[in-house]
């Protein structure tokens, strides 16, 4: 399986996209720290790129990916190789050259800069999040019969799981604000992956507001080691599921 | 006149030739009690390392208490550890331990009543249910002690030091943990509280009321369960303290109720769930102090009036102001805000556009605690924008016309 | 070496193959014929599990397939369109299969990269390539490893007259090998030599399968061409004969 994932990755590597990327996290996240005298600020901006234009990144350039290699997926199916095989290979290459781009992209300038638990925590949530929609990419591009449909369902996942999702909890909140919700959020957090990963950081950054009103129950169960347990569990289960689900489907498509 | 009492205690001096009595278990006198009983007003009773397990003694002359290596005053968890009254009475080196426990009177390991002109000085209290109480005494020091209780709840628990209808206290260097309350006054006046430590008491750090006058200056407080709370007070002078990791659900860096015509100057706001929360509070002047990483620098509640919110610098702090109404009258000009995004055409370095501390996502959870998890999401961040574009939920007043391109150098 | 059992596939209210059965042995070349969307390419695409059926089996040498994967080692597969990853070059796309595939080099069959002189272009990257190099690329990895069947998807569509020659020639080397060759097209002419086997199929189903001389008898035609075309016309008494022995079969 290594062996496909190795030709994977460098297909991808060829692409110079992914290159391109890599310097666009680090050029970016190297200006924010040098920008700001305040380390805190870089990290705020640091973070919205992390939640938002990671799993954009993630989603769009796996399905892209996904459709420009189909035919290597073609031939490939045309060897005595199991579908699975080659399915988890090509997530392997892809999430392998994200992963990396990220961890290169803005690992080094936070190393650097912000080697704080804070930084961390960014690290584990994009790298995390990288997973994650990937993941969910190739199930949106398994299921989806062409490029365009693949594509724009991926956009959907994005801006449902960036800003519908959030502002579905919100009018939630409001409608039913009688009511003690606490243990209700806790558990839609972990319904989003973002939301989680937001979390997860936030405990570390904003540890100081946390601890207020209802936010001391957030911080007592995501800071205990239960909560981290819960939080990489979850983590693991979004990136698993919709891998098997992407899997399950490819097994039973005709190509 | 504080001259004249010099003279006077001079004098005193001079004229009884002041004697040492030494107490030590192996020598003629064992028991403190004995040698205070021994000593005339001016002597020095000089005490020996040892346990003197002796119930409660009672000072009631003008003597001088040494010890010497901290011998041990045990009150065996059934007596008050020493009782003071008079005047010029000095304690200086003992350990006192386990003084008496009670959830409806104020025990204390050193009880100071109707007393003038007494200095405790560099002594260990350890697991005692008050630690110093001072009660309708005048001119008084405490300094150098390091008190440490083993508070467990509220309502069985005593303070630190704890001062009741005094005035000309000072307080200084000590260093107070799990208590109550590390530093309580009810009606101190004219009192300077200076360089302590106050830290990890299950209430608050510092805590006062009605008392009117008094200068705080180079205290830390820090990780104490709800902060500091000072109420009713007027001419309060809070300088160059340390307000730190002050976490909870009701937990305040200072909390000030009603507090009129003060001075929070020069402090640090670091780590605390809460910055300073206001109520009912006139005329303070608030400037040049650092609010940093806080949950809420400043919650200003609408019944504040013209209190000036100045020169500070805001940095990092999750939420700058929250307030709970649409009027409010105080000013919050020339301040640095690190979340301020406007530019500045001129270079004064003021900003040339309006920055407004209160974000419509602090108002959504002043009215909805639970919307808290989703700060910092996308959508927020979205509602913030749209909501400094075009305000609606947020107070119009609450505005500093003059924000800072860069932090005051503090 | 092939044996087709029942299969049925529906693409959503296109019925791509209704019932077909059938059984193809070695040494055999079938030419797999049928006008175009009559569910060749899906067959083929069966047989190499690229497309599930519906129902019916597919055994490959008396074992039932089943969602396997072992037996493609025997196949080799030419598609209709070669399709490759575009940034890979021609050299790197045989070593990567041959370092997938790890066959021990004696078995490795370079005689068609010779031929057509592929080695030549090794450095070029496979979008650059004219669709009949890709045909030409598309025919070597068919039979780099030897494989015992041979699927080819209208390989001589796009080939020049001189290429299209030489693997024909290749294919019959290998027919005589005792290999199972299995064909589709639309064009007849260029294949009739080397066919033994007729495989018909319109609208997804199978109209017959028969050897060639038994069809050329039927059909009173020499060339196979005008044998097919008279029963594509369907007014000759072939056809009704045909459908006739078809339905017998069924029986």
Partial sequence: MMKLSKYVLYDILRSKIIIAYTLFLFIVSLSLFQMEEDSSKAMLSLMNIILIALPLVSLVFTTIHYYNSYEFIELMLSQPLSRKKILLSEYTGISLSLLSAFLIGVGIPVAFYAASETGMAMLFTGSTLTLVFTSIAFFASVRARDKAKGIGFALLLWFYFTLIYDGIVLLILFSFSDYPLEKFTLLISALNPIDLGRIFIMLKMDVSALMGYTGALYKDFFGSGTGLLFTVGVMILWITLPLWLAVRKFRKKDI | ?410 | MIRIENITKRFKKLKALDNISASFEKGQVISLIGPNGSGKTTLIKSILGMVKPDSGKIFFKEEYINGGFIYRKDIGYMPQIGRYPDNMKIGQLFNMLKNIRNEPPETIDNELIKEYDLCSMYEKPMRTLSGGTRQKVSAAIAFLFNPSVLILDEPTAGLDPLSSEVLKEKILQEKNKGKLILITSHILSDLDELTTHVMYLQEGKMQFLKNIETLREDTGEIKLAKAIARVMKGEDPAGNFISEVLTKKTK
């Fill in chain 2, 1 to 410: 006149m504080k001259f004249l009492t010099l003279i006077v205690f001079l004098g005193s001096q001079l004229f009884s030739f002041a004697n040492t009595i030494v107490v030590g278990k192996d020598k003629p006198i064992s028991s403190i009690t004995k040698g205070i009983e021994l000593a005339k007003n001016g002597d020095t009773v000089k005490v020996y390392p040892g346990v003197y397990r002796e119930g409660r003694i009672t000072i009631n002359k003008s003597i001088t208490l040494i010890g010497i290596n901290f011998p041990v005053i045990d009150g065996q968890k059934k007596f008050e550890n020493m009782v003071i009254s008079g005047i010029n009475v000095k304690v200086q080196g003992f350990h006192f331990i386990d003084s008496k426990h009670s959830s409806s009177e104020d025990f204390s390991a050193i009880n100071i009543v109707d007393a003038t002109k007494i200095i405790i000085q560099d002594n260990k209290i350890d697991n005692a249910h008050f630690g110093i109480h001072l009660a309708n005494s005048t001119y008084c020091t405490i300094m150098g002690n390091e008190i440490s209780g083993k508070a467990v709840s509220e309502q069985s628990a005593g303070n630190g030091i704890h001062i009741w209808k005094s005035s000309h206290a000072f307080i200084t260097n000590n260093h107070i943990q799990g208590h109550r309350d590390g530093i309580y006054f009810e009606f101190v006046t004219d009192s300077e509280i200076r360089n302590n430590k106050s830290e990890n008491n299950i209430r608050y750090g510092l805590h006062f009321m009605f008392s009117h006058n008094n200068y705080y200056a180079y205290n830390t407080f820090r990780k104490n369960g709800a902060g500091v709370a000072v109420m009713y007070t007027h001419h309060v002078r809070m300088e160059h303290n340390m307000f730190e990791q002050n976490w909870g659900t009701a937990s305040y860096a200072i909390l000030l109720k009603d507090i009129t015509d003060s001075w929070i100057l020069d402090n640090q706001f670091v780590s605390n769930t809460v910055g300073i929360f206001m109520e009912g509070c006139n005329r303070i002047d608030v400037k040049q102090n650092l609010f940093s990483k806080n949950g809420w620098a400043m919650k200003v509640q609408a019944n504040c009036v013209d209190n000036v919110i100045s020169k500070n610098n805001f940095k990092g702090n999750t939420f700058d102001i929250a307030t709970n109404g649409t009027m409010v009258s105080s000013s919050f000009d020339y301040n640095y805000w690190d979340k301020y995004e406007g530019y500045d055409l001129n270079k004064d370095g003021i900003g040339d556009v309006d920055y407004h501390p209160v974000s419509m996502y602090s108002m959504i959870i002043e009215q909805n605690p639970n919307a808290l998890i989703l700060l910092r999401s996308f959508m927020v961040t979205l509602l913030d924008k749209a909501e400094k574009a075009i305000p609606s939920l947020t107070p119009e007043n609450l505005v500093d016309k003059k924000p800072k391109m860069r932090p005051f150098a503090l």
